[in-house]
């Protein structure tokens, strides 16, 4: 088992937050003011040092136990893996449901360069633990990344409507699926009916069942 050690600089991570939330806000005040109301002592994330250095996060549940969402080791080259398995280089949207620590984003954004990235998240306090750690300020001004926070899945065909779908790669964030199931499965329906309904290739809409239906 890995070895953690909490990664927490209480003045790194309010710098980070601030510059995350300042460039959020710039385009979505809304969220950002969601997400620096769920900053707080009670946040049931925990930021962890991976054994290669860089930031992971767990999950305290009530009972306090904790699941890893991302490597112990090197969630970097995890995510690069996870993507490589379900995201097309060329396409032209992709749609991933879990922030987590970004990784998978990062990766997703590298491997498909001409891609729009629709990133689905439910849990502000999530992005809040995301936001103290890492500096997501370049990614979240970039103008190739639009973030959804909502509990509300239906909510989702709105982001999603107007972008094109000549070619969609859809990616699930297992672990953070598997804290929040109701969610992503209920997120899975509206997906594949919005799919269905633009007509998206049979291929996607296989690969699509393929990686999101396991354990949902």
């Not at 439910?122 to 997501?136: E, H, I, K, V």
């Not at 969609?168 to 964030?173: F, K, P, Q």
């Not at 929040?180 to 329906?189: D, G, I, Q």
Request: proline share 4%; hydrophobic share 45%.
């Amino acid at each position: 088992h890995a070895a953690f050690t909490q990664y927490r600089d209480p003045a790194l991570t309010m710098n980070l937050l601030e510059k995350n939330l300042g460039a959020i806000e710039r385009v979505a005040p809304a969220i950002a003011a969601r997400i620096r109301a769920a900053d707080g002592a009670d946040n049931p994330y925990r930021v962890k040092t991976a054994r290669n250095g860089l930031p992971t996060l767990a999950f305290c549940d009530a009972e306090g136990s904790e699941r890893l969402l991302h490597s112990g080791y090197d969630p970097a080259t995890e995510a690069v893996r996870l993507v490589a398995s379900a995201v097309e280089s060329d396409a032209d949207l992709v749609i991933i449901g879990g922030f987590a620590l970004g990784y998978h984003i990062e990766a997703a954004l590298e491997r498909a360069p001409d891609a729009g990235i629709v990133v689905i998240e439910r849990d502000p306090a999530l992005l809040a633990a995301a936001f103290a750690c890492r500096d997501f300020s370049a990614l979240l001004a970039g103008g190739r990344l639009d973030l959804a926070l909502t509990d509300r899945t239906e909510d989702v065909t709105l982001l999603l409507d107007g972008k094109s779908t000549r070619k969609v790669s859809l990616l699930l964030h297992r672990p953070s699926a598997d804290s929040a199931p109701e969610f992503y499965h209920n997120l899975k329906n509206v997906l594949h009916a919005f799919l269905n309904g633009k007509e998206v290739n049979l291929a996607t809409l296989a690969r699509f069942e393929r990686l999101w239906t396991r354990n949902l």
